[in-house]
Nanobody, 114 residues
Framework: QVQLVESGGGLVQAGGSLRLSCVAS?????MFWYRQAPGKQRELVAS???????NYADSIKGRFTISRDNAKNTVYLQMNSLKPEDTAVYSC???????????WGQGTQVTVSS
């Protein structure tokens, strides 16, 4: 089990960009970005494997990009063309398989103003 620490959240105007980072204490095959808006269920935003296989939620395709630096045990989420509906707490997770999460970060708040 690895420890995960996110950073990079903040307040941005609609149309702006943010880049989130998640630093892990060790290596993990799968890394995930999730988000949870107030009153809504947690949503899987994107995932990436150690070898770079990527999946995105339909809601953010074309606007968000997930990437990772295996040497730094860090996963990123570049978020462009942000919308107010992207406002949420964004958390990263890690796991050995696509359907297994063994570690969670504490989350970072992203607020998009209109």
């Amino acid at each position: 089990q690895v420890q995960l620490v996110e950073s990079g959240g903040g307040l941005v105007q609609a149309g702006g960009s943010l880049r989130l980072s998640c630093v892990a204490s060790g290596s993990s095959n799968y890394m995930f970005w999730y988000r949870q808006a107030p009153g809504k269920q947690r949503e899987l935003v994107a995932s990436i494997t150690r070898v770079g296989i990527i999946n995105y939620a339909d809601s953010i395709k074309g606007r968000f990009t997930i990437s990772r630096d295996n040497a730094k045990n860090t996963v990123y989420l570049q978020m462009n063309s942000l919308k107010p509906e992207d406002t949420a707490v964004y958390s990263c997770a890690a796991g050995p398989l696509a359907y297994v999460r063994t570690s969670w970060g504490q989350g970072t708040q992203v607020t998009v103003s209109s």
